[in-house]
Structures are given as C-alpha cells and as structure tokens.
C-alpha cells in the first residue's frame, strides 16, 4: 500500500495568514492526489483534485501544487470559515490511502 | 445539483449484518463510480472500496474483503453497503461518496455496534 504522510497534524494560524499542509507519498503517484476539508459533523468537501485543479465552487484561496512525492495545500489568507480538518487522499493505486488529518486552528 | 442522501444511523449487535444506502440525485447515476469510506477518531479515514455503477464491478480494499458488500440498483439510483459479521472494530462513520477519488460525498452514517 501506499502510504501518505501528512504534515503538520495540527497547526495553529491567524486570520489573513499563509497556510500550508504537506502530503508526501511513500512512492510516486503523478498527479493523482486529492484534499479535502472536513469540518466538525460534516461530510468531506473536495477542495483540490489532481493536486492542482480548483473544485468548482471552492475560493481561490485555496490552491495544490505538487514536485515529485511532496503535495501541497495553501491557503493564501486565512478566512474564519476555514477553520476545519484538511486531509489528502491518493488515487493512484489501490487500496486508496488518506493522509492522517491536519487539524487547522485559529491562534 | 448533486446529492448523495445516505441512510440513518445504526445500532447493531456484535455478529450482526447492517446494510446501509446511499440515493444519488442531480446527475446520470451511472455515469460514475460510488465509492465508500470509513471514518474513525483512532484510525482516521480508510478507502473501502467501489463499485462500478454501471456494471456493478467493484474494486474493494483487501482490508475491507468479507466485511463490506458493495451493490446499487440502478432503477432507484442507490447504491448500498452491506457490512457483516460486525465487531465494536466496525463501529464507525460511513460515507458514501461519487467517484472513485470522492467529488461529492454524503452526509456519512454512524453504525455503533454494541451488545
């Protein structure tokens, strides 16, 4: 199995600052990484897929990039309503394997 | 737009089977994939598998082989897990969710398995 490691698992920032999670992939999967938000109660939303394509509908704050197994997440300005848990999923190769979670707080 | 309406929550005892359902609305139900996922505070999030909507080809984790079923009936749009043989292991949040990588997910269902 893949296996993708998830960094930090938790992070506190302040509104209006630059965020980034990392995702890095125990071999390599091109593009085929996906993240996701999840905040308490609710269902997953999809935020980036193919780790660098914009879900529709999702702020442009958010973007992917990715350089080899090293995936990540930016968030441009922190919003209030961004406060929630970011995790990454592979779909290059089964069995798909999430990332632990990171769990973004507000400082 | 796209739904994914899953079933309500589920109290079960230790050797027993649940089935639980997810009705797809807003899009050609096969037309994608529906793909399930298991959600714990200690393990985090976990792929099960999918099925191929279509067809009804599935594609499970070997983890999740013998445990989860994966079927749809395509006359009513809904695809469905079956989870059997249950241990307190299998206590969990489900989703469902359309594709195989999850564009669209469901609102989850929480099977609590308890004697």
């Known amino acids: 199995d893949i296996q993708v490691t998830q960094s930090p698992s938790s992070l506190l920032a302040s509104l209006g600052e630059r965020v980034t999670i990392t995702c890095q992939t125990s071999?390599?999967?091109?593009?085929?990484l996906n993240w996701y938000q999840q905040k308490p109660g609710q269902a997953p939303m999809l935020l980036i897929y193919y780790a660098t394509s914009l879900q529709t509908g999702m702020p442009s704050r958010f973007s992917g990039q990715y350089s080899g197994r090293s995936f990540t997440l930016t968030i441009t300005s922190l919003e209030p309503e961004d406060i929630a848990n970011y995790f990454c999923l592979q779909h290059y190769s089964a069995p798909y394997t999430f990332g632990a979670g990171t769990k973004l707080e507000l400082k | 737009q796209v739904q994914l309406q899953q079933s309500g929550a589920e109290l079960a005892k230790p050797g027993s089977s649940v089935k639980i359902s997810c009705k797809a609305s807003g899009y050609t139900f096969t037309s994608y994939y529906i793909s399930w996922i298991k959600q714990t505070t200690g393990q985090g999030l976990e792929y099960i598998g999918y099925?191929?909507?279509?067809?009804?080809?599935?594609n499970y984790n070997e983890k999740f082989k013998g445990k989860a079923t994966l079927t749809v009936d395509k006359s009513s749009s809904t695809a469905f897990m079956q989870l059997s043989s249950l241990t307190p292991d299998d206590s969990a949040v489900y989703y469902c969710?359309?594709?195989?990588?999850?564009?669209?997910w469901g609102q989850g269902v929480m099977v609590t398995v308890s004697s």
């Open positions: 071999q390599s999967i091109s593009n085929n």
């Open positions: 969710a359309r594709r195989n990588y999850g564009d669209y």
């Open positions: 099925i191929n909507t279509g067809s009804g080809g599935t």
